[in-house]
């Protein structure tokens, strides 16, 4: 049993050098003008993708502060409202 996840990690391995090699092949094959290109686009594509997933990040902080904050109010809010004795609280 243990040495199936290695042969698993193994072959996983291959196919990921194999892939690796053919994108290697592939882009070596292109002219000097489609790697620019094909750079430029990488490059635009990754920047999208960055600025998406910082996007994300601050509206998470922004909502976890409205969070807190609210949570701060009520928090001073229920410690102030005062306590009837008429109503047995």
């Known amino acids: 049993m ?3 996840p290695s042969s698993s990690h193994a072959a996983t391995t291959r196919l990921v050098n194999h892939l690796w090699q053919r994108l290697q092949n592939w882009f070596t094959a292109l002219p000097p003008l489609g790697r620019v290109l094909l750079l430029l686009v990488t490059l635009f ?3 999208s993708v960055l600025g998406l997933v910082l996007k994300f990040i ?3 902080i922004v ?3 409205i969070v807190v904050a ?3 109010i009520v928090q001073a809010w229920a410690t102030q409202v005062p306590t009837n004795p008429n109503n047995g609280g």
């Open 2 to 4: 243990a040495s199936q």
């Open 45 to 47: 594509v990754s920047m």
């Open 58 to 60: 601050s509206a998470f």
């Open 63 to 65: 909502v976890a502060v």
């Open 70 to 72: 609210l949570y701060g």
